[in-house]
């Protein structure tokens, strides 16, 4: 050892001797024992911790006299730490000596042993400034404890007092030192002082709602709600991701015809221990349902021997399995069958529950029923159980009882049959290709000769993908089955033709950007699509098409005109004729959705095939160029925020010539266009929709199934699948006329006023810069590189506006002589969206005025006038008028409203400077065919016509609240005028910056005349749903830009005041609904917290759960890249508890608002009307405007009459405290906070709801 390292070492055991020494001390408790404060050397305790002495000896001193009086602190802090047991003990200091170089090992013990000295006073000790802060910290510390602890005493001795009044209350003693730490200590958190402030009557309060609690409880059926450990949770994340994908990768062996590798697999992961405690009974049964079809009773009997050595009980699914087989056996023993009854029975499942429960594919049920019958020849399945009955709101609806009008489609059934027969068969193709609407510009010479080079070219790249994807598969099946560590692709490979799998990947090109598309979401795109043809692929085979067609035929009487009149609804319909067809296959969906990371898997595959192999010459459009072969796609990496991420681009080449080509065709996904036909009804939340493509009825983000699980318990789901069926059933034709005027001008230049998005030829030029050219100054190459940067943003902006425009207006050119229908279905919370993505009525200005009611109904007395008033509202213009107003307006503008409909594009052009121009020209013309026609009560009108809800968030919000001054704000009540929330709110804004300004703010001066309407609307429409105060500042900083004349170095300053006086203004004008807001997000923070998803139902028995989980990200290898794909909504996963408790109040309020118009829509088509809905705006014919206006009216009012804050606050309290804790428990503190603020409604004002119905603005 060094001199260096020696010497270092004796200084180091210097300072650690002096520093042991020094705090040798020690507490002796009345007990005897002995608490030691620091018996362990303090270099054993923290091994590198060196203290730093100072080299003078004043500096020693200082630090030791600072440590002396910070360790006396202490200590006295340390005998009042125990209560009312501890005795005073007197505390011996070992004083240090004034030297500082250390202590001679001879004579320091014996000096230190001879000068014991008595504890001095605090106030007696020199100290300096560190020292007194300390100390009074301590001393603040000290009160502060024996506060709570008195406090506690005192809750006590009230608590056990109560409980038993009989007998003389408990000692001090005995309640002094064991209640701290087992009550007011949670997870090491003092809770003491919440116990002791208002205990009485917080006291109180709890055991009246534990009162309340357990009758709700005894009322309903109580679900546990999960909640599990850190470690449990990553512990089920791991087996259900092992689980799914073992289910996944047999169910595709099985599809793949591939039984061998299936049995192998299976019987590998069963060998496997580890991996056999994973193993699911309705894994086992997948190959269950194999043998059944061969009528293989040795492999099924093998099976169930599995099933015993994994512990596992056979379910439906097992016993269906053996009674197929033995249907199928010519043979077969009726002692078999009986013990296999015998054995259901032990199992405490029923033959009925077979033909009640689960879904049959082909034969299956025949078969069943065959074995069945063998022992028990009169069998038959008993009728399905009947759901329980509905919500009171909708009692009416359903009684049959009434006479009731329901609408019907003017085809004849034969009609209806031929559309069903064309949508079946674009079903089957998967895809459908139309003609672009570029194709009708003239073709030219530069336009033929690369549309024939595509081709060539297209030809050339099939064949090089059919070999590759044949050597692929060869090189997959090689790899063996025996331990899955990753999932092997090859029976995914083989669940589709060649042709399909090339298709997808050559389609794929033509969707591709020219600036790249991130590689996750194009790989995503491709594998869905496999999913999806796989899935009709599989219903094909299963026999659906055949039972499917025979149904829908008779289910089209009920739709038809020219049949008897039938009142039934299309749900009750086909589920008659379903139940009188029983033979054959079971229509119910119930086919897995592939998870997330086997799409990404497999279509990061298919792209990999298609980098590797398609090339072509770098000399083809250029032959002076040096040939080579080049690839059509690279692979790069870019950057997103601060994520790097992968990106696939095609090369400017292949770009350069598919834009000359000036693309013909376009080729969609059948689902992406419009029903031919009336789609099916949705009878449960796995069938309804589209004839064969799976859809769901709730969608879902990434990983989300927890709202598919609530749907599967949830016993009566009829009001929402009837309101989704009878908006389905809604008709629509292409308002023809326009549709030509808009085709004009998308082949022209375009319009970006009016929403037609122009072409690439249009975009502005990349600049091409040297940023090596040293005459540039550093600023100047700054410059340059965000000029660049912001031009590429431009022409990606454009180009993919460009490409949005160009399929919504080429779908509907091809739909221009049809009758067409949206199948719909809804998110989480329970809004309706139409399934089509592309082309619909929730689209843009130019996509909803090319669409109008199929059904033609006359004007009548008032249609003209409810046209006239339709088109004012589309302008934007006389918002704060009467309706006698704006039809007077629109009297007075009658030549204006005949030019635009006569000459569009060369008059006056009036309808251009309107907010909604497009859907104000087609009012225009429906209007001036009205006027010319001669009677236009008897006018046939198409048009729809629309009524809004007034900021109809707010409107739930003062509803629930009962608020009388937020009612009227938001026209809840009846008024003269309408009443302009956005224009009361900046009127407000505007009175406090002119206080401001006049205490010079400058900021409230600079915004003197800039506060308007428009400023402050967005904020104070989306505030209700949730809006923070980050999101309102950018949205009023966007509005403040948009005004030419305001000062832009002031924008930041601007917005964030305004943002302020805003949401004051809003708390000012609508206090009930903060309280509201603040009710369920304080509700919502505590049952995350507590690790649960908030979950509520909605007044229609609609189940809803949060699905905002804690993100985890999986990743997925390739030879391209390992991909991170970020999942948010995994159920296995903690609850994010910001997310929730954000999300909760807007939320809640949508699915409000969406009951408001399931309730609206079912009255409405019981009344004979023809209704549409784009959330809280609602459509019919001019004609039945006033009848829809009055039922949505009372719909709104019997909604809220419901007592819907308590019934939420019932419905928590029983899902999330029905699991009362005892007080000793050491959550109890937890639980009782959370059942104070679930059982503390919000209190209600005085508004009368009923005056909802006389006011003419509520939606108008």
């Known amino acids: 050892m060094s001199l260096l390292r020696v010497c270092a070492l004796a200084k180091c055991w210097n300072r650690r001797s002096l520093f042991e020494k020094c705090l040798r001390v020690s507490v002796t408790l009345r007990s005897g024992a002995v608490r030691r404060i620091s018996e362990t050397p303090l ?295 009986t013990r296999c009854l015998a054995e259901m029975e032990k199992d405490g499942l029923s033959a009925d529950d077979l033909f009640s429960q689960f879904v049959f594919r082909q034969d299956e049920r025949d078969m069943v029923l065959k074995a069945l019958q063998i022992v028990k020849p009169d069998y038959q399945p008993g009728p399905n159980v009947p759901t329980t009955p509905p919500s009171s709101l909708v009692q009416d609806f359903y009684n049959k009882d009434g006479h009731h009008q329901y609408p019907r489609l003017d085809f004849t059934q034969e009609e209806l049959q031929q559309r069903f027969t064309a949508q079946l068969d674009m079903e089957l193709n998967c895809t459908v290709t139309i003609d672009s609407v570029e194709a009708t510009k003239p073709v030219t010479a530069t336009m033929a000769k ?242 064969l493509t799976p859809t769901k009825l709730m969608r879902a983000l990434g990983g989300a199934i927890q709202h598919e699980k609530l749907l599967e318990k949830c016993q009566n789901l009829d009001p929402a699948l009837d309101s989704l069926n009878l908006l389905g059933n809604c008709a629509w034709r292409v308002n023809k006329p326009l549709l030509d005027i808009i085709i004009s001008m998308f082949n022209d230049r375009g319009s970006e006023k009016l929403g037609i998005p122009p072409p690439m030829s249009e975009a502005p030029a990349i600049p091409q810069v040297n940023l090596q050219d040293p005459s540039f100054t550093s600023t100047e190459k700054s410059q340059m590189k965000r000029n660049v940067v912001s031009a590429k943003n431009k022409c990606s902006e454009m180009h993919s506006m460009r490409m949005d425009a160009l399929n919504k207006i080429s779908i509907a050119n091809y739909m221009r002589d049809e009758v ?73 503008i009658m030549e204006d409203i005949l030019d635009s409909a006569d000459n569009p594009m060369k008059g006056k052009k009036w309808w251009m400077t309107a907010d909604e121009p497009w859907q104000t020209l087609a009012c225009c013309m429906e209007i ?116 030419d004349e305001f000062p832009k170095d002031h924008v930041w300053e601007a917005s964030s005041y305004l943002v302020r006086l805003v949401f004051s203004s809003l708390k000012e004008m609508f206090t009930a609904t903060r309280e509201i807001q603040d009710w369920l997000t304080d509700s919502a923070k505590l049952i995350s917290k507590a690790g649960h998803s908030v979950e509520w139902v909605t007044p229609l028995g609609l189940p809803v759960i949060q699905p905002y989980h804690r993100t985890r990200q999986y990743v997925v290898q390739g030879k391209l890249q390992q991909t991170h794909i970020a999942v948010s909504c995994d159920h296995t996963e903690k609850p994010d508890t910001m997310k929730q408790k954000n999300a909760f109040p807007p939320n809640y309020i949508h699915s409000l608002d969406s009951t408001h118009m399931m309730l609206t829509a079912l009255y409405c088509y019981r009344s004979g009307l023809t209704f549409a809905s784009v959330h809280d705006c609602f459509w019919t014919h001019a004609l039945t405007v006033d009848t829809m206006n009055k039922i949505c009216r009372e719909q709104f009012v019997a909604l809220h009459e419901q007592p819907i804050l308590q019934e939420l606050s019932n419905f928590l309290l029983v899902k999330y405290c029905a699991e009362m804790r005892d007080e000793e428990e050491k959550k109890y503190i937890e639980y009782r906070t959370l059942l104070l603020s679930l059982g503390k409604v919000p209190k209600t004002g005085d508004f009368d709801l009923q005056q909802v119905k006389k006011s003419t603005y509520f939606f108008s």
């Open 43 to 337: 270099w054993l305790q923290r091994r590198n911790f060196a203290p730093s002495i100072p080299k003078t000896e004043d500096g020693k001193k200082r630090t030791l006299a600072q440590l002396s009086d910070v360790l006396e602190a202490r200590i006295q802090q340390l005998q009042t730490d125990v209560v009312l047991d501890v005795q005073h003990a007197k505390v011996q200091f070992l004083k240090a000596p004034s030297s500082g170089k250390g202590l001679p090992t001879s004579r320091g013990p014996k000096n230190i042993a001879q000068e014991k000295t008595d504890i001095p006073k605090l106030e007696q000790q020199p100290s300096n400034k560190k020292a007194k802060r300390w100390m009074e910290k301590l001393t603040q510390e000290k009160n502060n404890k024996i506060k709570k602890q008195q406090n506690l005493q005192k809750y006590i001795k009230e608590k056990q007092h109560r409980k038993s009044s009989a007998t003389p209350p408990p000692t001090e003693e005995k309640i002094a030192a064991p209640v701290p730490q087992t009550v007011s200590k949670v997870k090491g958190k003092d809770y003491s002082h919440q116990l002791g402030k208002d205990t009485t009557f917080q006291a109180k309060d709890v055991k009246d709602l534990e009162k309340r609690l357990k009758k709700l409880v005894a009322q309903t059926s109580f679900v546990k709600p999960e909640h599990l450990p850190e470690e449990d949770y990553r512990t089920r994340r791991l087996n259900e991701h092992i689980q799914l994908r073992t289910r996944t990768y047999l169910k595709a062996c099985v599809s793949a015809r591939n039984l061998g590798r299936a049995h192998t697999f299976l019987l590998n992961q069963h060998r496997n221990l580890r991996r056999r405690k994973l193993l699911t009974t309705n894994i086992y049964n997948i190959m269950m349902r194999v043998w059944a079809k061969k009528a293989s009773w040795n492999n099924i009997s093998r099976l169930f021997k599995l099933l015993e050595e994994a512990n596992l009980k056979p379910n439906l699914g097992s016993y269906c399995a053996a009674l197929e087989c033995m249907g199928r056996m010519p043979n077969c023993s009726p002692p078999v069958i």
């Open 450 to 691: 690369m549309r024939d080079l595509l081709a060539e070219q297209r030809a050339q790249w099939e064949k090089v993908l059919f070999d590759a994807l044949g050597e692929a598969r060869i090189t997959l099946s090689k790899i063996s089955t025996r331990e899955l560590t990753g999932c092997n692709l090859y029976p995914f490979l083989c669940l589709l033709d060649d042709r399909d799998y090339v298709d997808i990947m050559i389609q794929s090109l033509s969707t591709m950007p020219p600036t790249g598309v991130s590689l996750s979401t194009i790989a995503i795109y491709m594998g869905n699509r496999v999913f999806t043809m796989c899935s009709v692929r599989e219903k094909h085979c299963n026999q659906m098409v055949e039972k499917l067609a025979n149904i829908y035929s008779s289910y089209a009487e009920l739709l038809v005109k020219d049949t008897k009149t039938n009142n039934v609804l299309p749900r009750e319909q086909w589920c008659n004729l379903e139940a009188e067809r029983p033979s054959g296959p079971t229509l119910l969906g119930d086919e897995d959705h592939w998870p997330d990371f086997i799409m990404v898997q497999l279509g990061i595959y298919l792209l990999e095939l298609m980098v590797k192999n398609l090339k072509f010459n770098s000399d083809i459009l250029n032959p002076s160029v040096d040939r080579k072969i080049i690839p059509i796609l690279y692979h790069m990496y870019t950057f997103r925020s601060t994520r790097q991420i992968g990106f696939i681009k095609p090369h400017p080449i292949l770009t350069q010539m598919m834009q000359d080509a000036t693309v013909s065709k376009l080729t969609f996904d059948s689902y992406m266009l419009p029903m031919r036909c009336p789609p099916l009804p949705w009878t449960s939340a796995k069938f309804g929709a589209y004839l």
């Open 928 to 1043: 001036a065919k009205a006027v010319r026609s001669p009677d236009p009560e008897h006018f046939i009108s198409h048009f729809p016509v629309h009524q809004d809800g007034s900021c109809n968030g707010l409107q739930h919000y003062a509803a629930l609240g009962r608020d009388v001054i937020g009612a009227t704000s938001v026209n809840l009540m009846p008024c003269d005028v309408p009443q302009d929330v956005y224009s009361g709110i900046a009127q407000q804004v505007e009175e406090f910056r002119a206080r401001d300004a006049k205490n010079d703010v400058k900021i409230a001066q600079v915004l003197e005349g800039f506060i308007n309407r428009k400023v402050v609307k967005q904020t104070v429409m989306t505030v209700v749903y949730g809006v923070t105060r980050y999101g309102g500042r950018r949205q009023i900083e966007r509005r403040l830009k948009e005004i």
């Open 820 to 892: 067409f229908w949206f199948p719909h279905n809804m998110d989480f919370r329970g809004r309706v969206y139409p399934c089509p993505p592309y082309f619909n009525h929730l689209g843009s200005d130019v996509t909803r005025s090319m669409l109008i009611f199929a059904e033609g109904k006359p004007l009548g007395p008032f249609g003209l006038n409810w046209l006239k008033i339709h088109l004012v509202n589309l302008t934007g213009l006389k918002k704060q008028n009467s309706l006698q107003g704006r039809l007077d307006y629109a009297n007075s």
